[in-house]
């Protein structure tokens, strides 16, 4: 096997705001383990943060780990216990190892694991490196039909899947999706294959709109930070075109300006359903929301997705997924990778380190 002479090159993210790239050892596969050969990986923003900032909340890196949590590979070895994998197979990993013995992942809530060891989260390693070694639970079998790169795109959807399956959109429901990054996109297209329309996408940036329109989503609105709450509704009237106002706001961006404007740009009773993650106090209009029966829905990482979006990718329900990856880099290039993601100027959206 060619592929096992290759280097095992691991991307380290430092305490002091650095990266660098290392050789591993070859993984020793557990017993409940499968090792996988990682052939796309996508870079995600917390991982730019990690790196420039050294923390997301109170998750800080306090030691070097390595980063990666958007892979997919192919089954190099099988763990003894394993059943239901072989060498070969082809697979896209799931990064939220939940400990299967609390309340909350009895319920099925295994999200919300106190436990769970996330790759590439600290104080737990991640996949950014040629082989890692993953259990074989938080596997999931692909088609031979879908490609590495979209099967790495599989978590980032999963977060949006997780989202619009907690607000629930129906067919013709307006809504407004906060911030064109690539969890924004991930969520427009889910929330369009459920039948939301129409669908109005805010961002910052016209250059990021511009590339959103290509996409297929042409009602975009660029913010501005100084519209209060009256012209906020009304730019947002004239961009829905329909005399309407969005009852679902998909906040993709952690951003109080954006939270806020959200909440402005809501019809009363609709629901804010909050996905970014921003400063841990940030102020929202909660009594004026009061007053208007607003909604607020919050939506943490997944649960029991990765086979319901993989078999929506496969069938072409949410459309032109792969229009997500904007750069490709080979593992030897990983730090080029980032530093391309980290520049907004790149107008990345996906950034994918791939391995054949
Ligand atoms: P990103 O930074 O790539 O994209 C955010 C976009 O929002 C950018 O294009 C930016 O220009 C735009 N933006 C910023 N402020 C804005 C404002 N006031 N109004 C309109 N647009 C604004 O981020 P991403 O990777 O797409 O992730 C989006 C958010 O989702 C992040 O906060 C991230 O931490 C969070 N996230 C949450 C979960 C979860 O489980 N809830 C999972 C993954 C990511
Ligand atoms: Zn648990």
Redesign the pocket.
């Known amino acids: 096997r060619e592929v096992l002479t290759r280097p095992n090159l691991a991307l380290w993210v430092t305490k002091d705001h650095k990266i660098y790239q290392k050789e591993e050892p070859y993984p020793s596969c557990g017993p409940d383990d499968c090792v996988v050969h990682v052939k796309a990986t996508g870079i995600?923003?917390?991982e730019i943060h990690f790196w420039k900032s050294g923390r997301i909340g109170d998750c800080c890196v306090t030691h070097d780990i390595i980063l990666g949590h958007e892979s997919s590979g192919q089954i190099l070895e099988v763990g003894s216990n394993v059943q239901n994998f072989q060498i070969g197979d082809r697979v896209s990993i799931e990064p939220g190892v939940s400990c299967w013995e609390c309340d909350m992942c009895i319920r099925g809530r295994y999200n919300l694991c106190p436990k769970v060891k996330f790759s590439g989260t600290p104080p737990s390693d991640g996949t950014m490196r040629r082989f890692v070694a993953h259990p074989a639970r938080f596997l999931h079998k692909i088609p031979d039909t879908m490609s590495f790169a979209t099967a790495a795109l599989i978590e980032p959807l999963s977060?949006a899947y997780n989202a619009v399956r907690r607000a629930k959109p129906y067919l013709g429901q307006p809504i407004l999706i906060?911030?064109?990054?690539?969890?924004?996109l991930a969520t427009a297209l889910c929330a369009r294959a459920a039948g939301a329309s129409p669908i109005v996408i805010?961002?910052?940036?016209q250059n990021?709109l511009d590339q959103v329109r290509a996409m297929g989503f042409d009602r975009t609105l660029k913010?501005d930070?100084s519209w209060d709450r009256l012209t906020t509704a009304s730019k947002m009237r004239e961009v829905m075109g329909t005399d309407c106002l969005p009852q679902i706001a998909f906040e993709?961006?952690?951003?109080g300006?954006?939270i806020n404007?959200a909440c402005y740009a809501l019809e009363d009773g609709g629901t804010l359903l909050q996905?970014?993650?921003?400063k841990p106090d940030i102020e929202i209009p909660l009594m004026s929301m009061g007053f208007r029966e607003v909604n607020i829905v919050t939506?943490?990482?997944y649960q029991q997705s990765w086979p319901v979006v993989i078999r929506l990718v496969a069938e072409g329900v949410l459309g032109d997924v792969d229009a997500l990856i904007t750069h490709t880099f080979p593992v030897e290039r990983t730090i080029d990778a980032f530093e391309t993601c980290a520049d907004r100027s790149n107008l990345a959206i996906k950034v994918q380190i791939v391995d054949e």
Request: with cysteine.
């Open positions: 995600c923003g917390s977060v906060c911030g064109a990054g690539p969890i924004g805010t961002d910052l940036e990021r913010i930070l993709a961006t952690g951003a300006s954006s404007s996905i970014g993650c921003g939506s943490f990482r």
